[in-house]
């Protein structure tokens, strides 16, 4: 009677939903997922599908240890890998723009439920859960931190602890996403962030969430200074997965 009375509607599209699920069909299949994709092993590309700006169909398979993007085989991340659960686009896009600018934090049950759903089976165990910080003039605008949110939920999933606030962000950044290049990523948040005082991750395996992966610049210098505080292993999880050019 009260789904008569006050049907469920779907976040993304505003669609009647007739079952319990939290998002319609339409968008649910509009999401592109990448836990089937051949991907990189430590960076979690996947092969096929950024190419110089095009979206190019994705090779099938899963990641092993002996497949690296040319990036990753010239450089080296500080963290031991990196995984995202789908691309950045389409419905769950809208869905993250709306939780994380325009104050929709209902929608952190649906970005859960797919986090849960399509956690990667690849991720090794981990001690911790730590979410990359916003700054707090961010904070205070926003009212909450949409990757500490997202980090909260894993960690009960997981059931390990969860620092929300062992990570500091010490100075404001630009949005990585409105940004041009790697290069100005990187040095927008070079000493941006430290670990707070009395906190340390001796000893530790730490997972670091985030919603959005694009270059890996905020990864990993969130990274390095988890492992100056004694982390012997960090690994990231994202949301989803942006091209970077």
Not at 8 to 14: F, N, T
Not at 16 to 23: P, S, V
């Amino acid at each position: 009677m009260l789904d008569i009375l006050f049907p469920r509607i779907c976040p993304s599209c505003g669609k009647a939903l007739n079952k319990r699920n939290k998002l319609c069909e339409d968008c649910l299949h509009d999401i592109r997922f990448i836990d089937d994709w051949r991907s990189c092993a430590k960076c979690g590309i996947p092969f096929g599908y950024f190419n110089s700006g095009r979206e190019d169909i994705p090779e099938q398979g899963h990641s092993s240890p002996g497949n690296l993007c040319g990036k990753c085989v010239d450089d080296s991340y500080a963290f031991n890998k990196a995984r995202s659960v789908a691309i950045y686009d389409g419905s769950i896009r809208e869905l993250i723009i709306s939780f994380k600018y325009q104050s929709k934090l209902g929608y952190a049950a649906v970005l859960l439920d797919l986090l849960r759903a399509y956690f990667p089976d690849d991720l090794d165990d981990f001690d911790s859960v730590v979410p990359v910080p916003l700054h707090i003039d961010k904070l205070r605008n926003r009212e909450y931190n949409q990757s500490a949110v997202l980090a909260n939920g894993i960690a009960k999933y997981k059931r390990v602890k969860c620092d929300l606030f062992g990570l500091k962000r010490i100075r404001d950044t630009v949005p990585q996403i409105e940004l041009r290049n790697e290069k100005e990523r990187r040095r927008n948040v070079k000493g941006a962030f430290s670990i707070a005082p009395n906190r340390s991750y001796k000893n530790e395996s730490v997972l670091l969430i985030d919603d959005v992966f694009t270059t890996g610049s905020t990864s990993d210098e969130c990274t390095k200074m988890l492992l100056k505080s004694g982390a012997y292993k960090v690994q990231v999880l994202t949301l989803t997965r942006a091209w970077a050019i």
